[in-house]
């Protein structure tokens, strides 16, 4: 079946501005969470979404930072005033509520 | 100190060789253990993963768990060229929970 898609894939923006990334996890599972990988880095939690509400936002950096799931399936992760140390790959997982996640392909943003 | 430690390496060995990949860990109360490969600017995949203690076989690759010590580790018998990627360690605490994961350490399988 189809796994985790992530929209877009690549992202160029300019310091400042506002971005929104997007998930769509596989169908069913309840579970969302979004990473950040940094170059030469393991990913870094940011949020985990069970159903519609925000679980655990504990890794989300500071209030520039947001996500929603408003319908319990797709989620947007949305940045605000961006600066170059925004600039990462932002992951997408789902899961089913077990102990396994799954992955999208990310979205590489690159703030200038 | 990190949660999770991982030699970054990078890791070169010849095609056919058996590969061994470990990451160090310092909160006891981690449960459930994850490897993932990436390759380069793609998402992570899911190789294995294990509870607790002990060995898990899926055809070439082996996890090792070792809790008493802290350890994990990720056998590749008969490498491929094909394994040539990145492979991350992640663990967590409940299900649910999120995951913490190590640097990565990049292989490469000279053919």
């Known amino acids: 079946g189809a796994g985790v898609s992530q929209t877009p894939s690549n992202k160029v923006t300019e310091k400042g501005k506002y971005v929104e990334l997007r998930c769509d996890p596989i169908?069913?599972?309840?579970?969302l969470y979004w990473y950040r990988q940094s170059l030469g880095q393991g990913p870094e939690f940011l949020i985990y979404?069970?159903?519609?509400?925000?679980?655990?936002d504990s890794g989300l950096p500071n209030d520039r930072f947001f996500a929603v799931r408003p319908e319990g399936s797709v989620s947007t992760l949305k940045i605000q005033r961006t600066e170059r140390g925004d600039s990462a790959m932002y992951l997408c997982?789902?899961?089913?509520?077990?102990?396994?996640?799954?992955f999208g392909p990310g979205t590489r943003l690159t703030v200038l | 100190q990190k949660e999770v430690e991982q030699d970054p390496g990078p890791l070169s060995v010849p095609e056919g060789a058996i590969v061994s990949l470990n990451c160090t860990y310092s909160?006891?109360?981690?449960?459930?253990f994850m490897w993932y490969r990436q390759y380069s600017r793609k998402g992570p995949e899911l190789l294995m993963y294990?509870?607790?203690?002990g060995n898990k076989e899926d055809g070439r690759f082996t996890a090792q768990v070792d809790k008493s010590s802290k350890y994990i580790s990720l056998f590749i018998r008969d490498s491929q060229p094909s394994d040539s990627a990145t492979y991350l360690c992640?663990?967590?605490?409940?299900?649910?929970?999120?995951?913490?994961f190590g640097t990565g350490t990049s292989l490469t399988v000279i053919p």
């Open positions: 997982a789902s899961s089913s509520g077990g102990y396994t996640q799954y």
């Open positions: 169908s069913g599972h309840t579970a």
């Open positions: 979404f069970q159903g519609t509400g925000a679980a655990d």
């Open positions: 909160n006891s109360a981690f449960q459930y």
């Open positions: 294990t509870y607790s203690s």
């Open positions: 992640a663990m967590s605490l409940f299900t649910g929970n999120q995951f913490y």
